[in-house]
Structures are given as C-alpha cells and as structure tokens.
C-alpha cells in the first residue's frame, strides 16, 4: 500500500520560498511516477511538477515553470518541491502524489501553502 507524507507547508509572504517535503512508502516498480499536485477550493486539482523515478526526468506545470523545482532523494525516500518567487496564486493545499507515466492514482493527505502579504 503506497503511503505519502507530506510536510513544509506554511505562510510566508509573496517573492519568499518554502520547500515541501514527501516521504514515501509503498512505491512499487509499478509506480514510476512522482510529483506534487495543488488545490484551490472551487477548482480542479492542477498537477504541478512530477519526477520519472528511474530518469528523474522531470516536468512542471507552466505557472511554476523556471520558479519550482522538484528532486528525489531515493535513499531517504523523499521527495522534494523547491519553490521560489512565490505569489499569491501559488497559495493552495499540496499533494504528494505517486503513479505511472504521469497519471496520478495515489496522493498523501496534503500540506497547506499560503501566500499573502
């Protein structure tokens, strides 16, 4: 069973940066996929950077691009999302997710972010 733990979230203050924190569990050869998801209440869940296990090729939305970035430790079973400049559109609950060729199917339980003056 894949378990996420999420942390780092907080408050911080537009132009300032948090980095977030996964450790997973559980992650099979079946899941090469893992990343971070966002929600804004009232929208749809926006997936926000993902990282191949194997290539660690990893991709981003375009509202985060060249701000976000986002690494694997596999040692420590972590997974990380760098994020700088942050604005207040960034503010959002944050998922840990994990999956295969890109398509999520499983996420933690989510670290809050918010950004506001």
């Known amino acids: 069973q894949v378990h996420l733990m999420e942390s780092g979230g907080g408050s911080v203050e537009p132009g300032n940066s948090l980095t977030l924190s996964c450790v997973y569990s559980?992650?099979?050869?079946?899941?090469?996929?893992l990343g971070w998801v966002r929600q804004v209440p009232g929208k749809e869940r926006e997936d926000v950077a993902g990282i191949y296990t194997g290539s660690e090729y990893q991709y981003y939305a375009d509202s985060v691009k060249d701000r976000f970035t986002i690494s694997l430790d596999k040692a420590y079973r972590t997974v990380y999302l760098q994020m700088n400049s942050l604005t207040p559109m960034d503010s959002g609950m944050y998922f840990c997710?994990?999956?295969?060729?890109?398509?999520?199917?499983?996420w933690g339980k989510g670290t809050q972010v918010t950004v506001s003056p």
């Open positions: 559980g992650v099979t050869d079946a899941y090469n996929t």
């Open positions: 997710a994990a999956g295969a060729w890109g398509k999520f199917t499983s």
